[in-house]
């Protein structure tokens, strides 16, 4: 049998695709926004170029991170920044190295994962850029702060829920509540892929089992915070860690989980 990992058309897992009763995606993956689907932070991108009031500068003095980037968001609907204005600033922050091609990868075998993404920016930024790069259709879900205009074309933003953890969303609890929804609609997934950045994602990345992979971002915050778990106590981060630099990274290593399957 031609080794199906030659290549990018793994035919071997394709049998009975087309059938009437198709089955449900075997893994779910995970994306954070700011940082891993993007190069940038996005609340940052939205500012570049800005000036803003000096007790704003100075970031959030009290109060959650949501309600001071509600303050700064009111404060540039005041300068006149509108929403065609926001929506030319997130669909042109550019993707992560190696993103777009993760993206070709699970658009070729987009019946095999479910992607969702969880992010504390805002809704309307990550639709807008995720319809510029052409790849809303592959997201299930989209788990993040709510955000529209109002009558004066300001862009307000709401938090996504309220909880207890001191992040200001807790993913932990929107994965977790996310597989049991899932669950009870009899989709049990194999495994569990999880691509992030942050701090408030190694928290989530933690719930993970020994059969999962977490995909930290070389070098950042979630990536050093999973190696001194590892080191302060080893095993208790029990899901394989693959740290990248480039999402090409990642879509070998799927390539590669898939190539094994056949």
């Known amino acids: 049998m031609r080794r199906c990992c030659q290549g990018v058309g793994l035919p071997c897992l394709f049998k009975g695709v087309g059938m009437a009763d198709p089955r449900p995606p075997q893994f779910l993956l995970v994306f954070d926004f700011d940082e891993t689907l993007v190069d940038e932070n996005s609340d940052e991108s939205v500012l570049r170029g800005r000036a803003l009031p000096e ?52 658009s070729k075998h987009h019946e095999l994962f479910e992607l969702v993404l969880i992010s ?21 879900k989209v788990f993040s702060n709510p955000a529209s205009f109002d009558r004066r074309g300001f862009l307000t933003l709401g938090p996504y829920h309220s909880h207890k953890c001191l992040d200001n969303m807790c993913k932990r609890k929107i994965l977790s509540e996310y597989l049991a929804e899932r669950a009870r609609e009899d989709v049990e997934f194999q495994r569990v892929f999880y691509v992030g950045d942050g701090a408030n994602d190694f928290c989530p990345a933690g719930t993970l089992t020994a059969a999962d992979v977490a995909f930290p971002r070389k070098g950042y915050p979630m990536h050093r915070l999973i190696q001194e778990s590892q080191e302060k106590q080893p095993g208790a981060f029990q899901a394989a860690v693959v740290p990248w630099e480039s999402a090409v990274e990642v879509a070998r290593y799927l390539q590669e989980l898939l190539c094994r399957r056949c």
């Open 55 to 106: 007790p704003l500068r100075q970031g959030p003095r009290g109060g959650s991170y949501n309600e001071h980037m509600q303050r700064v968001l009111a404060a540039l609907g005041e300068q006149g920044v509108r929403p065609a204005d926001f929506r030319a600033v997130y669909e042109n922050i550019p993707l992560s190295p190696g993103m777009a091609e993760l993206f070709q990868f699970l």
């Open 120 to 140: 504390d920016a805002n809704t309307f930024g990550i639709e807008a850029k995720l319809r510029a790069a052409g790849v809303r259709s592959l997201f299930r």
